[in-house]
């Protein structure tokens, strides 16, 4: 049986920082992608400006540069690349873990916890294996996991979790649904690239989240009509030329060629609790040391986007990216104890 000392699951910036910092540290590990590297950077609309400086998305400590002050999604994409080729990291893409179980392998060990590995399997386009390790670093995000409605309708071809960009609703009309930056950038764009934009949340007012740019920008559009909004509105149901709200106990229905449900996202809880990691039912939230990021089974981490479960917001490229290098050096003290022994 061959065992590596780690196996990180996810090639996004915090799984990056942890792949570096392993490397660096002599230990033997794979990042295993279930998509391709930067996965939900590469999601983002081609458009898009990153909220930060360049300096705080840098990992391993090579210099992001740009000639902006915010750089691009397209900067971005060539910066991770630049690390993955300057690191030589070693990266499987398109390897889906499906499950990740605790087994006994005597053979490695003096028994007990030390005689104890993880079996990650994995789906790709050429079948299903099992590699083995002796820890696992989830940095796994979220992006890919929108927050459905679960109302009738929400599967229609029409309806998207996902902005891409605009002139595909040129002349359309359009209902983006949500408060947060997400659905106030995509209203915007769409709105100056021709469509008839209307804004639907179920709040009274938009989230304070919302970059300092984009805010006035979106709050001027609205009260001058250019975007329609309706505020402490519910979608009841979705069909194929209207959708229908409902407010203070009255249902409306609004026509629309398209929506976008962009109502936030959330980890994968469910290959985290069949691993063994205890969530909060309704939060999402994980059990971990928060100095060490080691979850309640023992030598599992989790790094960047997923520890914050259904509050992502409190997690960045910014502070995530951090992760991956307390975790290794946890690791590394741990394996090299172990060796000595």
Request: aromatic content about 8%; charged content about 25%; glycine content about 10%.
């Amino acid at each position: 049986m061959a065992v590596r000392d780690l196996i990180i699951v996810g090639a996004g910036p915090s799984g990056l920082s942890a792949a570096i910092a392993a490397k660096r540290r002599g230990l033997d590990y794979q990042v295993l992608e279930q998509g391709i590297l930067v996965n939900s950077i590469h999601r983002f609309p081609p458009q898009m400006v990153f909220f930060t400086t360049p300096e705080l998305l840098e990992v391993g400590g090579l210099p992001f540069v740009s000639p902006f002050e915010k750089p691009t999604r397209i900067e971005a994409l060539r910066y991770y690349r630049r690390v993955v080729d300057t690191f030589d990291l070693q990266i499987a893409f398109g390897e889906t873990v499906l499950s990740i179980q605790v087994e006994e392998a005597p053979e490695i060990g003096a028994g007990g916890a030390d005689s104890r590995v993880f079996a990650i399997e994995t789906g790709s386009g050429g079948g299903r294996r099992i590699r083995y390790a002796r820890t696992v670093v989830l940095a796994i995000g979220y992006f890919d996991r929108p927050n459905r409605l679960n109302v009738p309708g929400e599967d229609l071809p029409h309806v998207h979790h996902f902005y891409g960009e605009p002139h595909p609703y040129y002349r359309r009309r359009v209902i983006v649904v949500g408060g947060g930056n997400s659905a106030a950038e995509s209203a915007l764009d769409m709105f100056r690239a021709g469509a008839s934009v209307t804004l639907v949340h179920r709040r009274a007012e938009l989230k304070s989240t919302i970059k300092y740019w984009v805010r006035p920008d979106i709050e001027n559009r609205i009260k001058e009509g250019s975007v329609a909004a309706k505020f402490e509105a519910t979608v009841v149901e979705i069909r194929p030329t209207e959708v229908v709200v409902e407010r203070a106990g009255r249902r409306e229905e609004i026509p629309c060629d398209g929506v976008l449900l962009l109502t936030g996202y959330h980890p994968d809880a469910k290959l985290m609790t069949a691993a063994g990691v205890r969530c909060h039912p309704d939060t999402l939230a994980p059990e971990l040391n928060p100095d060490t990021f080691e979850t309640n089974v023992p030598n599992l981490f989790l790094a960047g986007g997923c520890v914050a479960g259904r509050n992502t917001g409190s997690i960045f490229i910014e502070n995530g990216r951090f992760h991956g290098e307390k975790i290794i050096a946890v690791l590394a003290e741990r394996l090299h104890s172990h060796a000595v022994d």
